[in-house]
């Protein structure tokens, strides 16, 4: 075999590798298949390297190992395979893209019709590389909880199937969230879970990825992602609206068998996946649901306040209209008898009247300069952090 012959053996080995594993082949690898030292196959891929043909990840440390199995002939016998147990030195190669897509148009891949994404790796994208889409296209998951099962925060989350979704909608996928130079925020996922999701979910996602967007130079969340997702480290994603459940709980817990709210968790309630005033209004009308009026458990609120507080029966009476005090009032009575400041109730009304936004107005779905998610945050963050004040001085009680 001439020295021609030989790159062009690697060259081959290598490529089926990448089809069938996208990933690299090593020179141990192929000394298996040809007659030369492993040394010999490693001067060689670092020449193909040099010819623009291929990278490595060269100097790679690996131990042979031996199967306990029962002894038969073989054929082919490898000359060059060092003692089991004993670390070799070799490099693992990874041919060009350019060789993959000639490759991939020239065999019988392209005719197989694969979709997007694994047709993409099969033209040796790598499958840990990350491809950005626009927010958007997270709206097909929520929208859907009977089909797909979803966790979402402010570094990302992760998307799955439930047992009733149809097999055209499989997928399973962990994403990302990066902040934009303009603001707004895009989803990333790596190509070897885009890879694997069906054919129909594959073009959904297709028909939302951006082409080159400008990335924000300070960005933790999306450190917190790349930490995870790379670096196999357990970091936990900020995510306020667990967060407002936390303090929903911690809030009826307060006072043995008394519950201030009715709701502590909402299954609808999410961050808008579209940057429109229509998607905002219609995330704090859910959040509402949690925190409001409807939520709030007038009848314990006023045995707290009568129990615990000593407040007559007669100040739940308004007296210039002489009506009962409503729910957020009675609440705000609670809040003025601990001596604290009205921000929670305060937080709850700012949160309701963007509820009554999406009950009585008439919202075009458009796109808004205005970034709504981060919007949408400061209103949960507010909330939270009036939340745990309201617990601070809920805490009197308890020491009395």
Not at 27 to 42: H, K, P, Q, T
Not at 328 to 346: D, G, R
């Amino acid at each position: 075999m001439d020295e021609q012959q030989i790159l062009d053996q690697i060259i081959r080995l290598s490529i089926d590798q990448w089809n069938n594993t996208f990933g690299g082949i090593s020179a141990l690898d192929i000394c298996r298949e040809i007659d030369i030292s492993n040394e010999s196959v490693m001067s060689r891929m670092e020449f193909l390297c040099k010819e623009g043909k291929g990278s490595l990840n060269a100097n790679v440390e690996l131990y042979v190992i031996t199967l306990n199995t029962p002894t038969h002939d073989f054929e082919k016998k490898p000359k060059h395979i060092e003692i089991p147990g004993k670390s070799i030195k070799t490099h693992i190669f990874f041919p060009s893209k350019e060789i993959l897509t000639e490759y991939f148009y020239s065999s019988n891949l392209v005719r197989k019709k694969y979709p997007e994404y694994k047709n993409r790796l099969h033209q040796g994208e790598n499958q840990l590389q990350l491809v950005f889409f626009s927010d958007e296209l997270l709206a097909r998951y929520f929208e859907h909880p009977e089909i797909y099962e979803t966790e979402d925060s402010l570094a990302g989350g992760d998307i799955r199937v439930t047992l009733e979704a149809p097999e055209n909608r499989y997928l399973y996928v962990r994403y990302g969230k990066r902040k934009l130079k303009n603001g707004k925020t895009a989803v990333t996922a790596i190509f070897k879970d885009l890879s694997v999701m069906s054919p129909a979910e594959q073009r959904h996602w297709h028909s939302y990825e951006l082409d080159s967007e400008e990335t924000a130079s300070y960005d933790p969340n999306f450190a917190r992602f790349l930490a995870r997702t790379y670096d196999g480290e357990f970091v936990d994603y900020p995510n306020p609206l667990q967060d407002i459940t936390n303090v929903l709980k911690e809030v009826n817990e307060i006072i043995k068998n008394e519950t201030i709210f009715k709701r502590v968790e909402n299954s609808h309630l999410r961050f808008p996946v579209e940057n429109t005033e229509k998607v905002f209004y219609d995330c704090c009308s859910e959040l509402y649901k949690l925190v409001g009026a409807d939520s709030l458990d007038q009848k314990s609120i006023k045995r707290i306040l009568s129990k615990e507080l000593k407040v007559n029966e007669s100040e739940f009476i308004h007296l210039k209209t002489d009506r009962p005090l409503s729910s957020m009032q009675i609440l705000a009575l609670l809040e003025s008898k601990l001596n604290i400041k009205n921000s929670f109730t305060k937080s709850i009304k700012e949160i309701g009247e963007y509820r009554i936004e999406a009950d009585h107005k008439l919202t075009l779905a458009l796109a808004d300069e205005k970034n709504y998610v981060e919007f949408f945050l400061l209103l949960c963050e507010g909330f939270v952090k009036s939340g745990k004040y309201f617990i601070s001085g809920m805490q009197q009680i308890k020491r009395t």
